[in-house]
């Protein structure tokens, strides 16, 4: 008899991972790995926080009726007004979650909410009982739950049973707890709490001492029944439970954790690749399951193993998460099938409307460069954006450079209402091309943005590979990333700096 149960993955990438520096994302953005996440499988899809914005209201709205089947879920406080904005985001999916929270550790008592006790157990249970008047299926939420007394937690959780939630969430909300302690919280928990055994148990974790996913790993076995996590792990500050790293840790470990999930982990890669695009947030090289060194074996001991036997070295197999690397190059000569071919067989989908300009970048690489690697395809394909409208594209750019006297540029962008506009900075020359590039984006459109972080890496292999600039800019106390690829590494640098302009108007117009 299979005695496993599964686990329920409730990704909140497009909600807490949104709230990572520098990750805000457009409806479209979201839109896209809502796609994804559904083909992922995961359960849940916490869309985002009605009440926060507009465009956040806006965004959950649109995710819930575009996306079937995953349960669509939106966050809330425990007021009316929250509430209320919610329901009207998810009113349009027939599979709706409700999530509330109000914090209840002593620290969040004083300091943030001005409360007293039992003002929180009237609101938690208030809330719920409110979010239940329109939504069968709600969640609730002790922020900073590892933080509180264990005893004033139960009669919290209490309250949000008796008022109908039908999942109790138990955050680390700022990431201070420890696998053993949390497992002990939990069965503290689900001993205590009356009815316990008619709700869902769920954990929650942020990353700050590194141990989100022992934390996360500890609770389930502890009797949770549901894991929050994100893509890559993104989130506030160290960021969240990294749903590929859970999820391939149950998988790995079958035999030990007596648990399942229904995550398709060959679109883990694919679904990594395209959130770190959309955000700017690079996977570092050396990150579990998804990094580019996951599966590379350097030592030569390690290598001599592989060749013997793959399983001396590798505990899991690269195409298991779907990195399932061809050796085929494709070039000048290949066709839009053979290009679409590849596109899905590296675990990729082109909607109708990015089709056209996708194979068009592909055929404009393969001018300018003699083997397109499965990496250069990954790349177009994730920067495909035939349904993003941009205010600034680039047109032209000519930069010339000498080591005694500096650097200078000539640039032309177009704006979306048609009109073009040139700058030269030759009487202004700098101390190098990008430099010279970015104050002349910077002249024409008018911005002036503090670079505070500029990264550059190889997509694929050879002289004449692709270079993708990252860019991070403070701009009026918020970051903003973007990125850019070319095999001109000053145009990847231009191109990067434009997205995060025409990032910075997405989000004005949002709001
Ligand atoms: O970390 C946290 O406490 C949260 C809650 C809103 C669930 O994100
Ligand atoms: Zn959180």
């Given at each position: 008899?299979?005695?496993s149960?599964e686990?329920?993955?409730f990704d909140?990438?497009?909600r807490?991972?949104e709230?990572a ?16 996440l ?5 359960n849940?899809?916490?869309a ?5 914005s ?9 995710i819930?009726?575009?996306?079937e089947?995953?349960?669509i ?6 007021n009316e007004?929250d509430?209320?904005?919610?329901q009207?985001a ?5 599979n ?5 929270f109000?914090a ?7 300091h943030?909410l ?9 609101a938690a ?7 239940k ?8 939420s ?9 005893d ?6 209490n ?13 680390d ?6 696998p ?8 503290h928990?689900i001993t ?12 929650h974790?942020h ?7 022992a934390?996360?790993?500890?609770a ?5 029944q549901q ?7 993104i989130?506030?500050?160290?960021g969240n439970?990294s749903l ?6 149950i998988r ?9 999930t ?8 694919p679904?990594?690749r ?12 050396n990150?579990?399951?998804?990094g580019d ?6 030592a ?8 013997r ?12 998460v779907?990195i399932?690397r061809?050796?085929?190059v494709?070039?000048?000569?290949s066709g839009?099938?053979?290009f ?11 909607s109708?409307?990015d089709l056209?300009p ?6 404009k690489?393969?001018?300018?460069k003699k ?5 250069d ?6 920067s495909a954006?035939?349904?993003t409208l941009s205010?600034?594209?680039l047109?032209?750019?000519e930069?010339?450079s000498g080591?005694s006297?500096?650097a ?6 177009k704006?979306?209402d048609?009109s073009t506009?040139?700058?030269?900075t030759?009487?202004q020359p700098?101390s190098?091309?990008i ?12 911005y ?6 500029f ?5 694929s292999?050879?002289e004449?590979a ?10 009026e ?8 690829i070319?095999?001109d ?10 997205e995060?302009i ?7 117009n949002?709001?």
């Amino acid at each position: 008899m299979n005695k496993s149960k599964e686990i329920i993955i409730f990704d909140t990438t497009l909600r807490d991972g949104e709230q990572a520096p520098g990750c805000s994302m457009t409806l479209g953005e979201k839109l896209k790995i809502a796609h994804a996440l559904k083909d992922l499988n995961v359960n849940v899809i916490e869309a985002g926080f009605a009440a926060a914005s507009p465009g956040d209201f806006e965004s959950v709205k649109a995710i819930a009726s575009e996306i079937e089947g995953p349960t669509i879920c939106c966050l809330a406080r425990c007021n009316e007004g929250d509430i209320e904005k919610a329901q009207q985001a998810l009113e349009v999916s027939p599979n709706g979650r409700i999530h509330v929270f109000v914090a209840t550790s002593e620290i969040h008592l004083k300091h943030k909410l001005n409360m007293a006790k039992d003002e929180v157990i009237k609101a938690a249970y208030n809330g719920v009982k409110m979010a239940k008047e329109y939504c069968e299926n709600v969640e609730f939420s002790p922020e900073d739950a590892s933080r509180t007394d264990h005893d004033f937690l139960t009669e919290v959780v209490n309250a949000a049973i008796e008022a109908g939630a039908t999942t109790i969430n138990i955050p680390d909300t700022v990431g201070y707890t420890i696998p053993y302690e949390f497992g002990e919280l939990f069965k503290h928990l689900i001993t205590n709490c009356n009815n316990a055994e008619d709700v869902i148990f769920s954990v929650h974790c942020h990353d700050d001492l590194g141990l989100s996913v022992a934390n996360s790993l500890a609770a389930l076995e502890s009797g949770a029944q549901q894991v929050e996590c994100t893509i890559n792990g993104i989130g506030e500050r160290a960021g969240n439970t990294s749903l590929e790293e859970v999820c391939m840790a149950i998988r790995t470990r079958k035999e030990y954790f007596d648990f399942y999930t229904s995550i398709d982990s060959t679109k883990l890669y694919p679904t990594s690749r395209l959130v770190s695009t959309i955000t700017g947030m690079h996977v570092p090289r050396n990150k579990a399951i998804v990094g580019d060194n996951a599966f590379s074996h350097e030592a030569g001991i390690h290598q001599h193993g592989m060749l013997r036997h793959a399983s001396t070295y590798e505990i899991m197999k690269p195409q298991d998460v779907g990195i399932g690397r061809s050796n085929l190059v494709l070039g000048k000569h290949s066709g839009r099938h053979a290009f679409l071919d590849r596109v899905k067989e590296l675990g990729y989908e082109l909607s109708n409307e990015d089709l056209d300009p996708a194979f068009g970048e592909f055929k404009k690489l393969a001018d300018r460069k003699k083997d397109i690697f499965d990496s250069d395809i990954e790349a177009i394909v994730l920067s495909a954006d035939g349904g993003t409208l941009s205010t600034w594209e680039l047109i032209d750019l000519e930069t010339s450079s000498g080591s005694s006297w500096g650097a200078c540029a000539e640039l032309k962008l177009k704006h979306f209402d048609g009109s073009t506009h040139e700058v030269s900075t030759a009487e202004q020359p700098s101390s190098g091309p990008i430099e010279s590039v970015f104050n002349a984006i910077e002249e024409i459109t008018g911005y002036n943005l503090e670079l505070t972080n500029f990264e550059i890496h190889s997509v694929s292999v050879g002289e004449d590979a692709q270079g993708e600039v990252t860019v991070t800019v403070s701009y009026e106390g918020q970051d903003f990333r973007g990125h850019g690829i070319s095999t001109d590494i000053i145009e990847s640098g231009a191109l990067a700096y434009l997205e995060v302009i025409n990032r910075i108007e997405r989000n004005r117009n949002r709001h």
